[in-house]
């Protein structure tokens, strides 16, 4: 769901930049040995204090939730697994709050129905 | 895996840009709504924002795991390489300074993002290293949960630290795991930047922001130290002496 929540928010993202004069997108625009991500966090940073910490939020327990359902990598991570180490109110957070948020800072810039 | 095709008609940047702005949207939503719908994405859904507009060779993998994959880079470059209307990437003049005098900035930055996580006691240990130009700090948790707050602290120091220093690509990965499992999660060549069991051993070893951050803790514990032995000069038990 964490996964889910995150990706709708970078496609959000990918909207506001196809947006943008000149219109960007991540795969024709990132530089070489740049990861997509990185870039797209550069990106949601341009947004603002508010806009860039609830990206982090949401891409940050993306890229955890991976890592711990992974196992660690083979890693000892104390037994804690995705679903212990996010309670529940955080993944609906994310969802309610946290994409929507981001969704209205995007809308605020380029309007979309 | 739901998979669906795009084609075009329609060749001309602007319009496919247009076209594109709104499948974005499209496959945002339809991501949105395939979450509150409890994982079931619906063909329909995916579709209905490309109807009649069709885009360029542009050709998409829907996961169920929510993970979008561009099967086709290629023919997404196509679509993109016009250099009218997307210009080509450039280095900031920023960037090319930075790499004049990398070591002192990259200093500056570590010492300053160690400083502002250290308080924090669930911060084991923090590590940076680079590759090409970005700085990137690996920061490793005593956590067993999620903590927002906590979590919120430190995108407001990447936050700040971004003001800072800008123009510098700066990347940040927390990892909750338990601190024994460093070794093994940590390229040898990442440097430490912090330790927090390392506090009390004044035995940092190579970098100068090391040494300046192992210099900071003696003299924290120092001035610790101080006090503590000036409350008890002043403590009732020795103010006969």
Not at chain 1, 21 to 37: E, F, R
Not at chain 1, 45 to 63: D, K, P
Not at chain 1, 76 to 89: D, E, H, K, L, Q
């Amino acid at each position: 769901m964490l996964t889910i929540t995150f990706y709708a928010a970078l496609h959000y993202l990918e909207y506001k930049l196809a947006s943008d004069t000149p219109p960007m997108h991540a795969q024709a625009n990132c530089p070489v040995n740049t990861s997509l991500h990185y870039w797209l966090e550069d990106k949601a940073y341009s947004l603002g204090n508010n806009a860039y910490n609830t990206y982090r939020h949401l891409r940050e327990q993306s890229r955890i939730a991976r890592y711990l359902c992974s196992n660690g990598g083979g890693l000892n991570t104390g037994g804690v697994i995705a679903c212990n180490y996010f309670r529940n109110s955080v993944a609906i957070n994310a969802i309610d709050v946290k994409l929507q948020t981001f969704k209205s800072k995007i809308k605020s810039i380029h309007a979309f129905t | 895996m739901i998979y669906r095709s795009l084609y075009s008609r329609d060749k001309t940047p602007d319009r496919n840009n247009e076209v594109l702005m709104t499948a974005w949207i499209g496959v945002a939503d339809s991501i949105e709504r395939d979450e509150k719908n409890k994982g079931v994405l619906l063909a329909s859904d995916f579709i209905h924002f490309i109807d009649n507009n069709l885009v360029s060779k542009l050709e998409y993998s829907l996961d169920v795991c929510g993970h979008i994959k561009e099967v086709s880079r290629a023919s997404s470059d196509l679509l993109f390489s016009s250099p009218s209307t997307l210009g080509v990437y450039k280095p900031s003049i920023n960037q090319v300074l930075i790499e004049e005098g990398s070591e002192i900035v990259t200093e500056r930055i570590e010492l300053f993002f160690a400083q502002k996580l250290k308080i924090c006691e669930e911060v084991e240990a923090i590590y940076s290293h680079k590759h090409l130009d970005t700085l990137i700090f690996t920061i490793l948790l005593n956590t067993t949960e999620y903590d927002e707050d906590l979590m919120e602290q430190f995108f407001e120091v990447e936050y700040r630290i971004r003001n800072e220093f800008i123009g510098i690509p700066l990347r940040f990965n927390y990892l909750p795991i338990l601190y024994k499992d460093k070794e093994k999660l940590v390229n040898p060549d990442y440097k430490l930047i912090f330790d927090k069991n390392a506090i009390s051993k004044p035995s940092f070893s190579s970098s100068q922001a090391q040494r300046t951050i192992s210099s900071e803790f003696e003299t924290i514990s120092f001035i610790q130290g101080l006090d503590a032995y000036n409350n008890l000069l002043r403590s009732p038990s020795l103010s006969g002496i």
